[in-house]
């Protein structure tokens, strides 16, 4: 009881604080959130229902690293003794002098603090009653999220869902989502597979062949309205962000109408 861990997770990484927490499936699921943005070191201050839990292990989906690896304290003061700075999450304010931090700010704050070596932590309170007072008090800062006043109150899982997405923000290369052996993580923006976008030149090429053809196949009509039904029609293709297999794909298609035409 009240060992701690130091080999669990990144130098730069906080660990994860639960006070007190009440049940074994929300311990699990705070876990699989953590897992989810690169949080490991799970630590639990006098859980309602004993550790360790096979409800938690079971809610957990296979962040079993956090689970097996989870260290155990008595007392809140045991569990943030090695921590130099620790953010205290809640949904109001409390009766007494503390700077209150978005999660943004707060995951902002606490990688500043880690990239010198110290050691950060997130505190989250039972499920029902959040943290006592007495708990803030160890804290350096609150934590609260923008959200709907009339219904501010977060599950255990969500709200570890929502430091943790904020702090692996700012520590991702901009990967979104999954990454295996076989494929790469997807990037913002458009994804081109094994292609690239298309040049100006390439998709210029294909509207004059592309005119070409409406010229001969009566299309361009009446000869007046030409240019403006050409400029709708490249800006259509334009717009769409081409790449060079589709720009192929295009010309194909085009003369596969042609050889149909022809045959007629």
Not at 73 to 94: G, I, M, N, Q
Not at 151 to 169: M, P, T
Request: net charge negative; proline share 5%; aromatic share 6%.
């Amino acid at each position: 009881m009240g060992h701690i861990k130091k080999n669990l997770a990144p130098t730069d990484a906080p660990c994860v604080i639960l006070v007190e927490p009440q049940l074994g499936q929300n311990i699990g699921t705070a876990a699989r959130a953590m897992a989810n943005f690169g949080l490991t070191e799970l630590r639990l201050v006098a859980p309602t229902n004993g550790w360790p839990n096979e409800h938690a292990i079971k809610a957990a989906s296979g962040a079993d690293i956090v689970i097996e690896q989870a260290a155990l304290f008595e007392t809140l003061e045991e569990a943030v003794a090695d921590l130099s700075f620790v953010v205290a999450t809640t949904a109001r304010k409390r009766d007494m002098v503390k700077p209150i931090l978005t999660p943004e700010t707060a995951a902002e704050e606490m990688h500043k603090r880690s990239s010198t070596g110290e050691g950060t932590g997130i505190l989250f309170g039972r499920e029902r009653y959040g943290l006592t007072n007495d708990h803030v008090v160890l804290a350096d800062a609150l934590v609260i999220a923008p959200v709907n006043p009339d219904f501010a109150s977060l599950n255990l899982a969500q709200a570890v869902l929502l430091i943790g997405y904020e702090w692996f923000k700012r520590k991702s290369d901009g990967g979104l989502g999954r990454e295996t052996d076989m494929e790469k993580a997807a990037r913002e923006g458009l994804g081109v597979r094994d292609s690239r976008p298309a040049t100006r030149e390439e998709l210029v090429g294909f509207f004059d062949r592309l005119d070409e053809e409406l010229d001969k196949g009566g299309f361009l009509r009446p000869p007046e309205k030409r240019p403006a039904m050409l400029r709708n029609i490249h800006n259509m293709f334009t717009r769409a962000n081409l790449t060079e297999q589709e720009v192929r794909t295009l010309h194909g298609m085009v003369s596969s109408l042609i050889r149909k035409h022809e045959q007629k």
